[in-house]
Every structure is written in C-alpha cells, then in structure tokens.
C-alpha cells in the first residue's frame, strides 16, 4: 500500500538555521530517500517552497476565490512529502521516523497516511464505484 508522509516544520526556524543545520537536514533527506530506493519502496519525495509562495483556491456560490498564501495559519506549515510504497502502517510509521522535520533546533512531525487506491478500468483508468472512466463511456 502506498503511504504518503506529509513532513511539517517551521519555517521561522529553517530561515535562521545555519548553512551547517541546513546541510545536515538535506543529508537526512538524501540519505532516507537513497535507502527507501535501494529497498524498492520510494515512490516519490519534493520539497516545497515556503508558504509565502502559497496561493489557496476556493470555490463558493460558484464563484472562484484566490487569495494569496496558505489556507490557515499554523505553528508547523507543510515543507514537503514522500510517497513510499510499504506493506503496512508499521512499516510506514517505522520509516516516518527517520525523515527529518527540523531545523535550527525547531521541531517539526511527519502526518502518515493511506493512499486510497481506485481500482482501474480497462482503459487502465480509475474506477469509482462502478462508474466507467471518461475513455471507456467514449
């Protein structure tokens, strides 16, 4: 099953870090990445920019609403992901903790969860509950 950990830090903290803790994150990082490689379980893994870049869509009464930055305001902001292919939670969980989320002495935590799988079509397309792919109504 895929997993995807959402890796939450604060961002005041990784922009006062030094260019030391920073390298020591990015290593962690790379060294997590090579290792879920070599096990046959990355599937994907980006940092994001700074929330600041952010901008959240909304749609109400049909009208479509942009706004620059993030949907809320928290102590932790979403710095990235990785998506890794494991055989179960306990697997996920056990490699969750070796991402590292701070920086600078901040803290940070890594969110776990499932990746709902849609069983495909013929055309190879997803499938919701028994509805056809746009392909395959075609």
């Not at 830090?9 to 006062?16: A, G, H, P, R, S």
């Not at 890794?84 to 901040?106: H, N, Q, S, V």
């Not at 935590?109 to 509950?129: A, L, T």
């Amino acid at each position: 099953m895929r997993y995807m950990m959402l890796v939450y830090t604060k961002e005041t903290e990784m922009e006062k870090a030094s260019r030391e803790d920073k390298a020591q994150v990015f290593n962690g990082h790379l060294a997590v990445q090579q290792e879920t490689m070599r096990r046959g379980v990355f599937r994907a893994a980006d940092p994001l920019k700074f929330t600041a870049s952010a901008t959240t869509v909304r749609v109400q009464d049909g009208k479509v609403l942009v706004t620059d930055g993030p949907f809320a305001e928290t102590k932790e902001q979403l710095a990235g992901y990785y998506i890794l292919d494991c055989a179960d939670l306990d697997e996920a969980l056990e490699w969750a903790a070796k991402i590292p989320t701070g920086c600078g002495g901040g803290a940070g935590c890594i969110e776990v969860r499932p990746i709902h799988e849609f069983p495909k079509g013929s055309d190879g397309g997803p499938v919701f509950d028994g509805a056809r792919s746009p392909a395959e109504e075609g």
